[in-house]
């Protein structure tokens, strides 16, 4: 099932020159960043997902599937190539070896590993991370982390705007220097209202606006016959850059909150002045933060 889901993914590598032959240079920027918003499906299926699934087990794979078939329907019958688009007739594996072998093929995919993989190991590991962090329920985790998808989804087209007026290498490194930033201050753990709530959202604007960009870019420096294939090596490794930071984000998140329950652990020894409770555990109140309970 997940191998024919990824199928569906590489519409995005398709869609890419597609819109890239559609539009002049002056206005691919946008154009890409509009297409771009599809990934708030993101946003969409962390919002309703839970939901669904509490009338049923099956029933968000059914709703899937369903939006797949509508879809294809309608791709069928309104996307369409550019009337003059020269079909190339090297075999698949000449053309991905020649881009590959561009150095800016290299160049765009670290910056999308960056820009596009924090927004999937976000999506990936928000929800684990506010639930184990902050105590939510999975419920509102997840509403959280579609909010953090949404703000990706609105600033990717705002990237991709200012990169039709400005070089987008500099809007790329406009925006990662303030993701980065805010990712400095949500690692000493602010609490969630306000100050962890700004951080993820900044970071999230500055990450949507540098992915918009990141593909304007492509669209400017990759010769047009060569789009395709640059775009699809360059989105896998976005997606690439999404799947290990969620495996070292959630162990260190594990870790910490057993550091967390362990300090909470001394309220429930047997004898007086066997420990002295930490500062997590004089924040709590019951047995809130404590899973072992309370003395």
Known sequence: MGFLLGLG??????????????????????????????????????????RIAGH???????VVAAA???????AAVLVTDRPDRPV??????????????????????ALYAIGFGGIVAFGVHLPTYLKTWYDLSPTDAG??????????????????????????ALVTAAALGPAALMAIVQAFDPPL???????????????????????????????????????GIVGAMGALGGFVPPLVMGRSTARRARTRSASCCCRTWPWPGACTPTAACADSSGTEDCPWGSP
């Open 9 to 50: 993914g590489t519409t995005f590598a398709i869609g890419i020159p597609l819109v890239n032959s559609w539009f002049p240079p002056a206005e691919r920027g946008l154009a890409l960043g509009v297409f771009g918003m599809g990934m708030g499906g993101v946003a969409l299926s962390g919002y309703f997902t839970p």
């Open 56 to 62: 049923g087990d099956n029933l968000p794979s059914l």
């Open 68 to 74: 797949l078939v509508v879809y294809a329907a309608l």
């Open 88 to 109: 190339p007739t090297d075999s698949l594996a000449h053309r991905l070896a020649g881009a590959g072998r561009l150095r800016v093929t290299r160049e765009l995919s």
């Open 143 to 168: 509403t959280k982390a579609a909010g953090f998808a949404l703000v990706t989804v609105v600033f990717r087209p705002i990237g991709g705007w200012f990169s039709d007026r400005v070089h987008p």
């Open 193 to 231: 209202a306000p100050g962890g709530t700004i951080a993820l959202l900044c970071m999230a604007a500055g990450l949507g606006t540098a992915s918009g960009s990141v593909f304007a870019l492509v669209s400017q420096v990759t010769p047009q016959a060569k789009v395709g294939s640059v775009t």
